[in-house]
């Protein structure tokens, strides 16, 4: 094993010449918390041997000064190798990928967004309500971009994939498929599609299913 030592040790400063810088300082930190360790484990054993001069003079002291010293060296050397520096991103020079988004002029960038807050089945039944809104306003098939987050998510998704189930459905039937129909019944308070919302909206309470009104 010692005669094995050495060879995995010079490996081990090979790997470590030849790492990147950052991965280069985080090695180099994790063998110095491992030394301190190591050097701990020394001493701490260390006063389990028979007392010396030293100890009975008094240099206890050091000893203990010594074991905290290296503890703190050991673990603020294992916490710093995990720390990685925070990078700023480059701005990009151009945002012209994001012009497709555009549905009036695809040479310029979108005009129009949309972002839905969280807040779950409340945040939900607001953004119905202004997406609504909206819509009677001739607003919202303007609107370039949309984004939501957790109860935001819910409305969305309810936006986009009405019409989607709408027009696989009437793919099976006969007759012409109106995207603009489709968006009229959805926003229709006393339609099927609200009324499918308002009958079944259900939520978690309590470990329990509770109908919200």
Do not use: C
Not at 62 to 71: D, E, G, H, Q
Not at 143 to 161: F, K, P, Q
Request: glycine letters at 8%; zero cysteines; charged letters at 15%.
């Amino acid at each position: 094993m010692l005669m094995v030592m050495p060879v995995f040790a010079f490996v081990g400063l090979v790997s470590v010449f030849k790492a990147k810088p950052r991965t280069k300082r985080m090695l180099w930190l994790m063998a110095l918390a491992v030394l301190a360790g190591i050097a701990v484990l020394v001493l701490l054993l260390w006063a389990f041997l028979p007392s010396g001069a030293w100890w009975k003079s008094g240099y206890w002291w050091l000893w203990t000064l010594a074991v905290i010293a290296l503890s703190i060296l050991s673990v603020g050397a294992r916490m710093f190798s995990n720390v990685l520096p925070v990078e700023v991103r480059k701005a990009r020079d151009s945002f012209s990928h994001e012009w497709r988004f555009n549905h009036g002029e695809v040479n310029g960038p979108p005009v129009l967004g949309l972002a839905m807050s969280g807040g779950g089945i409340r945040s939900a039944a607001f953004n119905l309500g202004v997406m609504q809104a909206l819509h009677e306003a001739g607003v919202l098939r303007q609107v370039d971009i949309m984004s939501a987050v957790s109860g935001g998510t819910y409305t969305l998704s309810w936006y986009l994939l009405q019409p989607f189930y709408a027009a696989r459905a009437h793919a099976t039937g006969d007759g012409e498929f109106n995207i603009n129909e489709v968006f009229d019944e959805m926003f229709d308070s006393d339609g099927p599609y609200q009324t499918y919302l308002v009958n079944h909206s259900w939520t978690w309470a309590s470990g329990l299913y509770s109908e919200q009104r």
